[in-house]
């Protein structure tokens, strides 16, 4: 019953090599997140798709291509790893709905996949 | 300046302590506000959701204040469950074309035995 799951929880590569992980979300959610966590523990927001359309690319390097091949899937491939791709990479989604203090998009978490690059 | 404001702390308090976190936000076209809880090594878990008209939730309460643009964070009767960093987050919202969440770099809480 887990709402937002990631694969891999764990992974270690060589620099060079090319990766994806995998973020799926049970909660019916309409748009999908990819945040990056790096050392210093700041958390910061990648790209987000909403019904599997891009809707925010921030300043990422090309070499990070996410991929939505349904509302309830949202990878991530990193093509040439470098040493400063080492972070915890979180995937997020979030409904839209209205409430009673107004429109509510509150972002939910999976637990996060942690690159290591060697 | 950053788009959202945080002490790093930490803050060490003996268990029982009322603390306070505030954090300031850069944008005034932000529209929700939220604080996030993050243990070592976790996901971020939403903690509340924060209103103009200010909430409360047990022995959490978040107030707004969109004149000044900060948020703020008061914990009373501090447990050792508490210790984990508090993060402070920002959504400009659909009118900017935008539902992503800006974060502040997070506080640091220790309760104390």
């Known amino acids: 019953d887990t709402a937002v799951s990631q694969t891999p929880k764990y992974l270690v590569t060589q620099m060079g090599n090319d990766k994806s992980i995998k973020c799926e979300q049970n909660?019916?959610?309409?748009?999908m997140y990819w945040y990056k966590q790096d050392s210093k523990k700041f958390l910061k927001i990648m790209f987000s798709?909403?019904?599997?359309?891009?809707?925010i690319n921030e300043t990422v390097p090309n070499r990070f291509s996410p991929k939505s091949p349904d509302k309830a899937h949202l990878n991530l491939h990193i093509n040439s790893l470098e040493l400063g791709d080492s972070a915890v990479y979180f995937c997020?989604?979030?409904?839209?709905?209205?409430?009673?203090?107004?429109?509510?998009?509150?972002?939910?978490f999976g637990p996060g996949t942690r690159l290591t690059v060697l | 300046r950053k788009e959202v404001e945080q002490d790093p702390g930490p803050f060490n308090v003996p268990e029982g302590a009322t603390v306070a976190f505030n954090c300031t936000y850069s944008?005034?076209?932000?529209?929700?506000f939220f604080w996030y809880r993050q243990d070592c090594r976790k996901e971020p878990k939403l903690l509340m959701s924060?209103?103009?008209s200010g909430n409360e939730d047990g022995r959490f309460t978040a107030q707004l204040n969109r004149a000044s643009q900060y948020i703020s964070l008061l914990i009373r009767d501090s447990k050792l469950s508490d210790s984990a960093t508090y993060l402070c987050?920002?959504?400009?919202?659909?009118?900017?074309?935008?539902?992503?969440?800006?974060f502040g770099s997070g506080t640091r809480l220790q309760v104390q035995p």
């Open positions: 924060v209103y103009s």
């Open positions: 987050a920002v959504n400009i919202g659909v009118r900017a074309g935008r539902r992503a969440l800006t």
């Open positions: 997020a989604s979030s409904p839209y709905v209205l409430a009673g203090q107004g429109w509510v998009d509150t972002q939910y």
């Open positions: 798709y909403n019904n599997k359309e891009l809707i």
């Open positions: 909660l019916g959610h309409d748009t």
């Open positions: 944008n005034s076209a932000s529209q929700s």
